[in-house]
């Protein structure tokens, strides 16, 4: 148990599905992040918040909506995704960003988009 | 951008070998990170180095930073099946910069 919750564990949806990812740290921490895991690909940082504000938007498709209501919690919310959305969707929280923190890891989303 | 580098990405071992893996990369890099993933399980961090030349032990596993603060190895003495996973380093550029992680090494340890 790291302090880092996610739910649900497993996602399958459909292309037309509306669906969102929960993730909620126990560690008082001020930052909260997502990442996407791929297959042969390194850990790709898609969204960051630094107390409860978005620092970072790497790029990230539109599909792809993150909420951050307050910096314990951390949602995606996801709509219209594509079968190449399919992979691992890690959350994690760590000290305020800019001071070289170290990052706790919730167990991820194992998200299947058919 | 700042490119992290991890080569090979798998690596098979006998079970009481030592392994050594090196992560290098593009830029210096002020502190340098690395975390293990279980099979099936999330990246939990190991260990932080940030001085140059730095060596930092945890039982086995002996993690070193270059002198030039652009890599980093990871040693592990006597390999046992516990030690399966994927091992990740990931470095910071400087002040408020992005964590970037290399694409991490599976070990694999055959009993």
């Known amino acids: 148990e790291t302090g880092v919750t996610q739910t649900p564990r497993h996602l399958v949806m459909g292309m037309t599905n509306k669906k969102s990812l929960k993730c909620e740290q126990h560690l008082g921490h001020n930052a909260m992040y997502w990442y996407k895991q791929s297959a042969k690909k390194p850990l790709e940082l898609m969204f960051v918040?630094?107390?409860?504000?978005?620092?970072e938007n790497n790029s990230v498709p539109s599909r792809f909506s993150p909420e951050c209501p307050n910096s314990s919690h951390l949602f995606l919310h996801l709509h219209t995704l594509q079968p190449e959305d399919s992979a691992l969707y890690l959350c994690?929280?760590?000290?305020?960003?800019?001071?070289?923190?170290?990052?706790?890891f919730g167990s991820g989303t194992q998200l299947s988009v058919l | 951008g700042q490119q992290v580098m991890q080569i090979p990405q798998y690596q098979h071992v006998q079970e009481g070998e030592d392994f050594t893996t090196y992560c290098n990369s593009s830029?210096?890099?002020?502190?340098i990170q690395w975390y293990k993933q279980r099979p099936g399980g999330h990246p939990v961090f190991l260990i932080q180095l940030v001085k140059s030349g730095e060596v930092k032990k945890q039982k086995r596993l002996t993690f070193q930073f270059g002198e030039a603060k652009k890599n980093s190895s990871l040693h592990i003495t006597a390999t046992q099946t516990t030690d399966v996973g994927t091992y990740f380093c990931a470095g910071y550029t400087g002040a408020n910069s992005k964590l970037t992680f290399g694409k991490g090494i599976t070990l694999s340890v055959r009993p």
């Open positions: 830029t210096t890099l002020s502190n």
């Open positions: 994690a929280s760590s000290p305020p960003v800019g001071e070289s923190e170290k990052l706790f």
């Open positions: 918040y630094n107390f409860k504000e978005q620092t």
